[in-house]
Structure formats: C-alpha cells, structure tokens
C-alpha cells in the first residue's frame, strides 16, 4: 500500500493532522495500534488554548466543543487559605480557554475522519520504520494478524512517548534533554457537579498541590501532589477527599462537594523532549517529541500547534515542490515547545511543595505566589502562557 504521508498514532496529534492534511487534498494513512474504543476511552488533559479552539472551530470538527465545552475567562490560585482570581480574558484582548476532554476531541475527530472514509487503522501496530533518508520511507506494522508494509513520501511519528518513531532517529543525530520531578499528580473523576465555575490551583505549605478541574457540569476532575511512586492501593477514596478538603479549604466558606470516584490513579511528571523533531523524512510530533507536567496544561495543545506547523509545511510541499516549511519545522515547533516546557516547570515549582524544602526556598515560593496575584504585570505574564502565546 502506498501514500503521500503515513501518520504513526490516532491521538489528537495523528488526528488533527490527518484531518487538515484531508482539507488540502493531501492523501494520509493512519495507523493506531490501540482499538477504537481504548482510543475514545482513555482520559487525558481537558483544557484548550485559544489557539486550539480556533483550529478546531476553523477546520470544522469544533461544533460539539462549542455546545458541550465549558469556556472559562479566568483561574484561581488559593493560598494561605485566600482565593486570587487571575482574569485571563481581561489580560489577553480576550482570549480564553475551553474544558473539553481530550476524549471528546478524539470522537469528534474519528468521526470526521471516518466520514470521509480515509484510511484509519485501529489496532495496526507499527513495528519499524524504515528508508527514512530515501524518497520513499516505509512503516511496517502488525494488523489482523499479518504484517504489512506502507510506503509513502513522509512519515508522521504522532505515536506518543513509547512508540516507534522516535527512536528510529540515530542516536547521534538527537539530543535528549530531561527532568524528572519529585513528585507525581493522584488524579480522580468523580461524579459529582464541580464545586467551582473555573479551575482552581491551590498551594498549602504543609500538604503540597491540589487542582480543582471539570470535565462537565457533572463531572469533576480533582488532583493532588503525592510521592511519584506511591502505591494507589494506599489510597481509599475517603482519604483522598479528606486530603482535598484540606488543601483547598478557605476562610470564606467556600465548600467542596463529594460524589462517587470512577477513576483514580497516580502519574509521575517530568520534562522532556527530543531534538530535532525531524530526521530526513520523518517528522515527529506531540508525545513523540516532548513531554510536560501537566500543571501548565500545555500536553495536547502543543500536540495541535505542531501539527498545523507540520500541515502548513506538508501543504507547500505537495503544492508546490516547496520544502522551506519542512526544513524549518523542527525550529519552528521547538520555539514553542521550550516556551511551553519553561511555563509548565515555572508553575510546577511555585505550586508544588519540594519533599524536602528549606526555609529559603519557600519564602521564594511564597514571594512569588504574592506577587503574580498582586501584580498586573505578573499575572499577565501567566495569562499570556496559559492561553496560548499568539506568537513564540
């Protein structure tokens, strides 16, 4: 089987790009070793960047996002038991954020694919890819039982941390740079109507990070700081709501509501990513590539600015023999990938508790917190970031 570009992975980040390369003519094969319904399942991040909505609205899979999604205009940071609202709108012309799963953007994106009836394959895994520094690279995968071979002009690796892609670059043409934190995010949904209209990140110094997020008005999304290896199983859903009463607890009666847990489980954080994130005629893209703490809320938009970089670059390419887009791609996309790492490891560090802080660095922390909730100029800056930095 032969196409112009094989597309490794059926996250947001194969998808979006599939579905733009679509709109401009340009033939795509998607390959997803996961079934259809582990994809549609899997919960992930939940809040969009200008940028992202837009892309979405503009490509035409943004209608459900716009009925069931939860536009938000600000955030709250709580500490020593105070609530500051940073009004994101009011600082940045405008611009806001959305709560709308992940999960729910690979619906409507898998629908509009399957719609066009474009080559979306599930469970096909892919074992290799070859030919990379040839006119012609190939993905070999697994489906059905058999193995297959795609050729096509370029590869996309939209196959998160663990696929393929990546490290079918040579390890002395790519740097790696990274960093583990000390901590790790113990996250539930639970069945109960959110006790905030926007998110709240809450820093108590003796307890750590807390996060009140939504995924609809009858679900919410709630995190705390814990170990990064602790056990799960150390964590009954009445300690973990007793935690979370703690750490957002308030001197003006704000109350936090309970509801049944459905899902819980603990995510270690880091910062990483590869460079470059292209090799010859492989093009890397979102988990593939980089990797941030969620505190930024950063993962999946990052996913969606590289693909329409990489879509832009593919159009030219095909159109025209143009490959000026393509030999800048991996620049282009690591401005905003280093300014997004930078963002999410600033408000890593002003958030959380280190395991084992010094006097000094917590009244760093403290003075820092002071400031961006009194400071115009401060609480512009993460505004800006959190909405999606128009230009990097």
Same mark, same amino acid.
């Given at each position: 089987m032969r196409t112009q570009v094989g597309i490794v992975g059926a996250g947001p980040a194969g998808l979006t790009l599939g579905h733009l390369l679509h709109r401009a003519g340009i033939e795509s094969v998607i390959l997803e070793a996961r079934s259809r319904e582990y994809v549609e399942k899997r919960i992930r991040a939940g809040v969009l960047e200008q940028g992202t909505i837009d892309l979405l609205d503009e490509s035409g899979v943004g209608e459900r996002m716009r009925r069931e999604g939860l536009l938000h205009h600000g955030i709250e940071l709580r500490f020593d038991r105070q609530a500051h609202r940073i009004p994101l709108s009011d600082l940045t012309d405008g611009r806001a954020v959305m709560i709308y799963g992940q999960t729910e953007i690979v619906k409507d994106l898998v629908r509009a694919r399957l719609e066009t009836q474009a080559p979306l394959r599930f469970e096909a895994e892919a074992i290799g890819v070859e030919d990379l520094e040839t006119s012609e690279p190939r993905i070999r995968y697994r489906h059905e039982g058999a193995e297959h071979e795609l050729r096509c002009d370029v590869v996309a690796g939209c196959d998160g941390f663990h696929g393929v892609c990546r490290g079918a670059i040579p390890q002395r043409v790519q740097t790696i740079r990274e960093r583990e934190y000390p901590f790790g995010w113990l996250g539930i949904l639970a069945q109960v109507a959110p006790s905030t209209e926007e998110l709240i990140y809450a820093f108590h110094a003796e307890r750590g990070f807390a996060l009140h997020s939504l995924r609809s008005l009858e679900l919410s999304r709630l995190y705390i700081q814990v170990e990064p290896d602790d056990d799960i199983g150390h964590w009954p859903d009445e300690r973990i709501w007793e935690e979370l009463h703690a750490r957002f607890e308030t001197d003006d009666g704000w109350e936090l509501h309970e509801g049944p847990v459905l899902e819980k489980g603990i995510t270690p954080m880091r910062s990483f990513v590869a460079e470059p994130m292209r090799h010859a005629r492989l093009f890397l893209a979102g988990d593939a590539a980089h990797i941030v703490p969620p505190t930024g809320a950063k993962g999946l938009n990052l996913a969606v600015a590289d693909?329409?970089?990489?879509? $832009?670059?593919?159009? @030219? !390419? !095909?159109?025209? =023999?143009?490959?000026? =887009?393509?030999? @800048?791609?991996?620049?282009?996309?690591?401005?905003? %990938?280093?300014?997004?790492?930078? !963002?999410?490891?600033?408000?890593?560090?002003?958030?959380?508790?280190? *395991?084992? *802080?010094? *006097?000094? @660095?917590?009244?760093?922390?403290?003075?820092? &917190?002071?400031?961006?909730?009194?400071? $115009?100029? @401060?609480?512009?800056? &993460?505004? $800006?970031?959190? %909405? =999606?930095? %128009?230009?990097?």
């Amino acid at each position: 089987m032969r196409t112009q570009v094989g597309i490794v992975g059926a996250g947001p980040a194969g998808l979006t790009l599939g579905h733009l390369l679509h709109r401009a003519g340009i033939e795509s094969v998607i390959l997803e070793a996961r079934s259809r319904e582990y994809v549609e399942k899997r919960i992930r991040a939940g809040v969009l960047e200008q940028g992202t909505i837009d892309l979405l609205d503009e490509s035409g899979v943004g209608e459900r996002m716009r009925r069931e999604g939860l536009l938000h205009h600000g955030i709250e940071l709580r500490f020593d038991r105070q609530a500051h609202r940073i009004p994101l709108s009011d600082l940045t012309d405008g611009r806001a954020v959305m709560i709308y799963g992940q999960t729910e953007i690979v619906k409507d994106l898998v629908r509009a694919r399957l719609e066009t009836q474009a080559p979306l394959r599930f469970e096909a895994e892919a074992i290799g890819v070859e030919d990379l520094e040839t006119s012609e690279p190939r993905i070999r995968y697994r489906h059905e039982g058999a193995e297959h071979e795609l050729r096509c002009d370029v590869v996309a690796g939209c196959d998160g941390f663990h696929g393929v892609c990546r490290g079918a670059i040579p390890q002395r043409v790519q740097t790696i740079r990274e960093r583990e934190y000390p901590f790790g995010w113990l996250g539930i949904l639970a069945q109960v109507a959110p006790s905030t209209e926007e998110l709240i990140y809450a820093f108590h110094a003796e307890r750590g990070f807390a996060l009140h997020s939504l995924r609809s008005l009858e679900l919410s999304r709630l995190y705390i700081q814990v170990e990064p290896d602790d056990d799960i199983g150390h964590w009954p859903d009445e300690r973990i709501w007793e935690e979370l009463h703690a750490r957002f607890e308030t001197d003006d009666g704000w109350e936090l509501h309970e509801g049944p847990v459905l899902e819980k489980g603990i995510t270690p954080m880091r910062s990483f990513v590869a460079e470059p994130m292209r090799h010859a005629r492989l093009f890397l893209a979102g988990d593939a590539a980089h990797i941030v703490p969620p505190t930024g809320a950063k993962g999946l938009n990052l996913a969606v600015a590289d693909v329409r970089v990489l879509a $832009e670059a593919l159009e @030219a !390419f !095909f159109a025209r =023999g143009d490959e000026t =887009g393509l030999d @800048a791609y991996s620049d282009t996309a690591l401005r905003r %990938v280093w300014r997004a790492e930078h !963002f999410s490891w600033w408000m890593t560090s002003m958030l959380h508790r280190a *395991p084992d *802080p010094d *006097p000094f @660095a917590a009244g760093l922390q403290r003075a820092q &917190l002071e400031y961006v909730t009194s400071s $115009e100029a @401060a609480a512009t800056t &993460l505004a $800006e970031n959190y %909405v =999606g930095l %128009v230009k990097v």
